[in-house]
C-alpha cells in the first residue's frame, strides 16, 4: 500500500469524528436529555483520560524496567522520558486552564470590540472547543501509531487501527459537542466543521509524520499533553453536570460514555496493538 493511500486511510480514520458533530444543533433538548449528553460526554473523556495516561506512561515504566531489572537500559532514558510526560502533563492541564481563564475575560467585550472572539462567546462553545484541542492532541499520537505501522511494513496492522481509530474517533464526535446541545446559539456547520478539523484533523496529520519519523519522546509528550487537557475538560463537564441536575441520568449517560469507549478500544485490541 502506498505512502498517499495510507495518508487517505488515515484522514478517514480522523473525518469519522464529524459523525457524531450534528448533535451539537440539537434545539431545546428536554433537562434530562442535556444532562444525559453531557453525561455522555464526561464518560467518553474518562475513558480517553484513562486511554492516554496508561499510553503516555507506559514507556516510562519500560524504561525504568530496563534499568532495575533487565539491566540493559538507561537512566537518562527514563529521566528524560520521565520528564517529558510529567511536563507535557504540567503544560496540557495548566495551560487550558490560564488560556480558559482569558477566554472567558475576552468574552465579556462588548460586540464588535473583538470580532475574533465572537465564535467562542458562551461557556458552552468556549467548552466544546477545549475538548476538540484535547481530543486533537491524543488524535494525533494515534496517527502516529498508523503511521508507524505502515512505515515498519505492518500494512494489515495500520488498516486494523485505522479502523479502530475510526470507529474510537465517531464517538469522541460526541463528546466534543455534548456541551452545545440546547446552548442559547445554535452553533452553524461552520462552527461544527472547525471543531471536526480540530478534534480530527492530527489524525491525519500523525499518519504523514508516523511514516517517516519515529520517535519515543515525541510520542509520549502529545499524549501527555492530550491527558493534561482532558483532565481540564472533564472537571469543567463535571461541574455543568451536577449544575443540570437529574444525577441518575447523569449516572447512566457516563456509564454509556464509558463502555462506548471500551468497546471501541477492543477492536484495537483485537488488532495486536
Same mark, same amino acid.
Given at each position: 500500500?502506498?505512502?498517499?493511500?495510507?495518508?487517505?486511510?488515515?484522514?478517514?480514520?480522523?473525518?469519522?469524528?464529524?459523525?457524531?458533530?450534528?448533535?451539537?444543533?440539537?434545539?431545546?433538548?428536554?433537562?434530562?436529555?442535556?444532562? $444525559?449528553?453531557?453525561?455522555?460526554?464526561?464518560?467518553?473523556?474518562? $475513558?480517553?483520560?484513562?486511554?492516554?495516561?496508561?499510553?503516555?506512561?507506559?514507556?516510562?515504566?519500560?524504561?525504568?524496567?530496563?534499568?532495575?531489572?533487565?539491566?540493559?537500559? @538507561?537512566?537518562?532514558? $527514563?529521566?528524560?522520558?520521565? $520528564?517529558?510526560?510529567?511536563?507535557?502533563?504540567?503544560?496540557?492541564?495548566?495551560?487550558?486552564?490560564?488560556?480558559?481563564?482569558?477566554?472567558?475575560?475576552?468574552?465579556?467585550?462588548?460586540?464588535?470590540?473583538?470580532?475574533?472572539?465572537?465564535?467562542? %462567546?458562551?461557556?458552552?462553545?468556549? &467548552?466544546?472547543?477545549?475538548?476538540?484541542?484535547?481530543?486533537?492532541?491524543?488524535?494525533?499520537?494515534?496517527?502516529?501509531?498508523?503511521?508507524?505501522?505502515?512505515?515498519?511494513?505492518?500494512?494489515?496492522?495500520?488498516?486494523?487501527?485505522?479502523?479502530?481509530?475510526?470507529?474510537?474517533?465517531?464517538?469522541?464526535?460526541?463528546?466534543?459537542?455534548?456541551?452545545?446541545?440546547?446552548?442559547?446559539?445554535?452553533? @452553524?456547520?461552520?462552527?461544527?466543521?472547525?471543531?471536526?478539523?480540530?478534534?480530527?484533523g492530527p489524525t491525519f496529520v500523525g499518519t504523514l509524520i508516523g511514516q517517516v519519523y519515529v520517535n519515543e519522546y515525541l510520542f509520549v509528550a502529545f499524549l501527555a499533553l492530550a491527558?493534561?487537557?482532558?483532565?481540564?475538560?472533564?472537571?469543567?463537564?463535571?461541574?455543568?453536570?451536577?449544575?443540570?441536575?437529574?444525577?441518575?441520568?447523569?449516572?447512566?449517560?457516563?456509564?454509556?460514555?464509558? &463502555?462506548?469507549?471500551?468497546?471501541? %478500544? &477492543?477492536?484495537?485490541?483485537?488488532?495486536?496493538?
Amino acid at each position: 500500500m502506498s505512502t498517499a493511500q495510507i495518508a487517505l486511510l488515515g484522514a478517514i480514520a480522523g473525518l469519522t469524528i464529524f459523525l457524531g458533530l450534528p448533535v451539537g444543533r440539537i434545539r431545546n433538548p428536554a433537562p434530562r436529555l442535556r444532562a $444525559f449528553l453531557n453525561a455522555l460526554s464526561i464518560g467518553v473523556l474518562v $475513558f480517553l483520560l484513562w486511554d492516554v495516561l496508561s499510553h503516555a506512561f507506559a514507556p516510562v515504566e519500560d524504561a525504568l524496567v530496563a534499568v532495575t531489572s533487565d539491566h540493559d537500559g @538507561s537512566w537518562a532514558t $527514563f529521566v528524560g522520558l520521565a $520528564f517529558v510526560a510529567i511536563a507535557g502533563l504540567t503544560v496540557g492541564l495548566m495551560s487550558l486552564t490560564y488560556y480558559d481563564g482569558w477566554l472567558s475575560r475576552r468574552a465579556g467585550v462588548p460586540v464588535g470590540a473583538e470580532v475574533s472572539m465572537l465564535w467562542l %462567546d458562551t461557556p458552552a462553545r468556549r &467548552l466544546a472547543f477545549l475538548i476538540a484541542v484535547g481530543i486533537g492532541l491524543h488524535n494525533f499520537s494515534e496517527g502516529l501509531a498508523i503511521g508507524q505501522s505502515a512505515a515498519s511494513g505492518e500494512v494489515s496492522l495500520a488498516l486494523l487501527l485505522i479502523v479502530g481509530f475510526g470507529l474510537h474517533n465517531a464517538t469522541e464526535g460526541f463528546g466534543i459537542v455534548a456541551p452545545l446541545a440546547g446552548d442559547e446559539r445554535t452553533p @452553524s456547520w461552520g462552527f461544527l466543521g472547525v471543531l471536526g478539523l480540530i478534534g480530527g484533523g492530527p489524525t491525519f496529520v500523525g499518519t504523514l509524520i508516523g511514516q517517516v519519523y519515529v520517535n519515543e519522546y515525541l510520542f509520549v509528550a502529545f499524549l501527555a499533553l492530550a491527558a493534561g487537557s482532558i483532565l481540564y475538560v472533564v472537571m469543567q463537564l463535571l461541574k455543568v453536570g451536577f449544575k443540570l441536575g437529574h444525577r441518575e441520568f447523569m449516572m447512566w449517560g457516563i456509564l454509556l460514555g464509558l &463502555l462506548a469507549g471500551l468497546a471501541t %478500544d &477492543l477492536v484495537i485490541v483485537a488488532a495486536g496493538a
